[in-house]
């Protein structure tokens, strides 16, 4: 089960990688809609 | 007194005559523009026919949105709103015609009224869920009545004790990253779809929204690792998993799945292995744009395009059916891309749980070949004889005589 334990580290690291990646290249649905005059929160 | 009696009939037919020209010139009227008596507005026929769920014509209302010539004069009852009423404001704003600047970006936010919305919302939870929710039961209740009828498919030769490298550690590694993510996407959807219906009523609504909230986390980033999975195992299964005649001999015996001693011969993958693989790959692919067209909302619109090219094949017209529409706004391309990401994934999940139960409970042997990698010889003999019968002629050695 060796291979099952390094998929779901896998799964992790993925995650929190395309989170940060995402969150750094400003994909956010709140940065893509919307301007200076407008929050989103 | 003829002069009378002439006079009068006389005054009848003109009577007559002028009554059916009237007659004739409102019919006439009414067929050039029924809705004349409520002043271009709605019937009550267009009122019942909207509750009745009929189609109704609305260009009466789209068309009269104060734009253009339709725009009352400024010395008119309504000049001072600027020629526009309220009421065609606001048909404008729902029709999408009005000349609308925004602060925020995207087409998007331009979008003020967009009453489709509502039939998503209805469908959504309505038939969706039902439909969706009926399919993972039946499929549970035919698994669990095939367990109780069938039982564990056993291996029913004497087992050797010999073991037999089925999946090397990559493959194994693919197998539970696609699985491992598949897992936990199908969990995190159902909880956003059934939340409300199931959890909110236990737990409140406070505790639900810490739980959604996670959940979709879970959901927009664990999708990259179930992507990269899916593109791994297509890659390194795609080969094994081309059809061929042995498959229809396996079909045709029902896999012996239904009764012991049978086991049409198979290679590395069999026809019923080969079936999910291929829905894997498919569903899995298609899961995946709907997916990506929700995670970058209304950048990747997608159903416009698919609909025009179902609408060029003609195969609608064929089947009696009504164009599908090739304009859509933003939020309707999203809406359309969440009910078919849902529709997708109660037929990924209700496949993958035939697929669960038989590499666990199901089938004595199968979970070893993503457990360890090794399965039982007996079982390979059994379930791939033709696989076995290549790898000893291939690698030269056979695990069963050998020391």
Known sequence: ?41 | MLLRLFSTLLLMVLLAFGSGSASAQNTAQSDAEPRSETGGAQTLTDIMARQNGEKVDDYFRRNADGSGNTAAGIADQLGTLGGTSDAELYRALRYGSADITVSARGAAAEVIIQDGGMNWLKFRSGPLIKVGGYLLVGMLITLASFYFLRGKIRIDGAKTGHKLLRFNSLERFGHWLLAGSFILLGITGLITLFGRMFIIPLIGKEAFATIAEAGKWVHNNVAWAFMLGLLLVFLMWVLENIPNRDDLRWLAKGGGLFSKGVHPPARKFNAGQKIIFWAVVILGASISISGLSMLFPFQLPMFAKTFALVNDTGVLQLLGMSALPETLAPHQEMQYSQIWHTIVAFIFIAIILAHIYLGSVGMEGAFDAMGSGEVETQWAKEHHSIWYDDVVRETGVDPDKAK
């Open chain 1, 1 to 41: 089960m060796k291979s099952f334990v390094v998929a779901c580290v896998a799964i992790v690291v993925i995650s929190l990688t395309s989170s940060y990646a995402l969150k750094s290249i400003g994909f956010s649905t709140q940065d893509q809609t919307t301007g200076a005059a407008v929050r989103v929160e």
